[in-house]
């Protein structure tokens, strides 16, 4: 069997041109690809954070039934006290807490905002949310347009609403 000689001169490599090509044409492909990753990630961090927040009150009216009294979970964006005029809103970070005892601390959920009227929630040892009926939505910053509502009935049950839901 005979095989091919080589020619003094030829290398079997790529040439700096069609390297240089190759190149240009995976970064165009990168680009194409970046806005949908980006809007995968805003819808991440969106659930994340009303997952958290879902979380902690669950937690808080727990708290408040095997504490037998009132456990409250607030606007906080110093992690030590509630802060009802937090521009920020929820984003900004939430704290439980049991008179002034600090049970949970969440921080700042940088890139999101969000929108709602309830200041604070509170759990009594009922396990009832008194006068604290209504939703905290999370959206991105960015202009994703993707909605995440937390929805707290009279009852105190606390549930997220399907993604995108303009209400509860």
């Known amino acids: 069997?005979?095989?091919?000689?080589?020619?003094?001169?030829?290398?079997?490599?790529?040439?700096?041109?069609?390297?240089a090509l190759a190149l240009a044409l995976l970064a165009g492909l990168a680009l194409l690809a970046l806005p949908s990753f980006q809007a995968v990630a805003a819808?991440?961090?969106?659930?994340?954070?009303?997952q958290g927040l879902l979380v902690d009150m669950q937690f808080a009216r727990v708290e408040a039934i095997r504490r037998s009294r009132r456990v409250d979970i607030c606007k906080s964006s110093d992690?030590?006290?509630?802060?009802?005029?937090?521009?920020?809103?929820?984003?900004?970070?939430?704290?439980?807490?049991?008179?002034?005892?600090?049970?949970?601390?969440?921080g700042l959920q940088e890139g999101l905002k969000s929108g709602s009227s309830l200041?604070?929630?509170?759990?009594?040892?009922?396990g009832l949310a008194q006068g604290s009926a209504g939703n905290i939505s999370f959206e991105s910053d960015s202009g994703v347009g993707l909605v995440q509502r937390v929805c707290v009935s009279l009852q105190g049950r606390a549930?997220?609403?399907p993604l995108g839901a303009t209400a509860c």
């Open 43 to 50: 819808k991440r961090k969106i659930q994340t954070a009303a």
């Open 119 to 126: 200041l604070k929630i509170g759990f009594e040892a009922t």
């Open 159 to 161: 549930r997220l609403a």
């Open 1 to 19: 069997m005979a095989f091919p000689q080589r020619h003094a001169g030829l290398s079997a490599g790529f040439t700096f041109i069609e390297l």
């Open 79 to 106: 992690g030590l006290t509630c802060s009802p005029s937090l521009a920020a809103g929820w984003a900004g970070g939430w704290i439980v807490m049991a008179g002034t005892e600090i049970l949970r601390v969440q």
